[in-house]
């Protein structure tokens, strides 16, 4: 019985907001409007106050609160999760506003809204390096802010999607082998060519194992004449990957290839 008072009480409550707002969507009073959809902001019914201030802003265009509309558009977006819309308001104002007082904000927003975007890491990764971009301009004009420190921690997750990215590109070369070519020297490229991007990815350990095991395979099917070379080169990638993490997750597969890769150039030195 209690549950459906309840249930009653809250179709009353969405019914009696609906009437109100239908209301005010009529009304010729655009004051009313602006203060209705200001109210609807504060108490986070996003998609009544997108419609008011969406319905008002061509009266406001000579206004100064033209800045506020904009901005509220965009913020209302931000809090209903519609990342590109939210976007699309930002550019405006900045174009619109070169000066604002929101500017700050809004060049900050923009990259947050593609950050929020982002991908997942199997799939094109645009929307990431334009976020990348973006708050590597902000952090340029504004370093001193505070938001610049929250840019910072934010690009260092957006470069690590993109190394993982690379990482998941060097493991499918690893992977094909030989397939229609040496596809595991085009992993040692991809892995090497990430670590010189992304020196302080978290993946980096990733990385130095899928090289040292590529470089064995290219050592292991290797003709003759480079076998040596190619098994120096595993060792010394060997000592590169345990210089760096001596107490690694891979060590005991690395001392493996290390151990072989010693063992085959021993013998082709006799």
Not at 38 to 46: E, H, L, P, R
């Amino acid at each position: 019985m209690k549950k459906r008072i309840l249930y009653i009480s809250i179709l009353a409550i969405l019914f009696a907001s609906c009437t109100e707002f239908q209301k005010i969507s009529k009304s010729k009073n655009i004051e009313l409007k602006y203060d209705k959809a200001v109210d609807y902001y504060s108490n986070k019914k996003y998609s009544y106050a997108i419609s008011l201030f969406e319905d008002i802003a061509a009266n406001y265009r000579n206004d100064e609160r033209s800045e506020l509309i904009i901005n509220y558009l965009a913020k209302s977006h931000i809090g209903k999760k519609q990342y590109y819309s939210a976007k699309d308001y930002y550019e405006a104002y900045i174009k619109t506003f070169p000066k604002g007082k929101f500017i700050h904000e809004a060049k900050y927003m923009i990259g947050y809204c593609d950050y929020k975007n982002m991908p997942d890491v199997q799939l094109d990764q645009s929307i990431t390096k334009k976020a990348i971009k973006e708050f590597e301009a902000f952090i340029e004009e504004y370093p001193q802010s505070k938001k610049a420190r929250t840019a910072s921690d934010i690009l260092e997750e957006l470069y690590n999607q993109l190394a993982e990215k690379e990482l998941l590109n060097a493991t499918l070369y690893y992977n094909l082998g030989l397939y229609l070519g040496n596809n595991y020297l085009s992993a040692v490229i991809t892995a090497e060519n990430a670590l010189k991007l992304y020196p302080s990815n978290k993946f980096r350990e990733d990385f130095l194992i899928l090289i040292l095991r590529a470089k064995y395979e290219q050592a292991l099917y290797s003709v003759e004449k480079s076998k040596n070379q190619r098994y120096q080169e595993t060792i010394d990638e060997y000592y590169s990957y345990i210089n760096e993490f001596p107490e690694g997750k891979y060590n005991k597969e690395a001392k493996k290839i290390f151990k072989k890769s010693q063992k085959v150039k021993k013998v082709e030195n006799e």
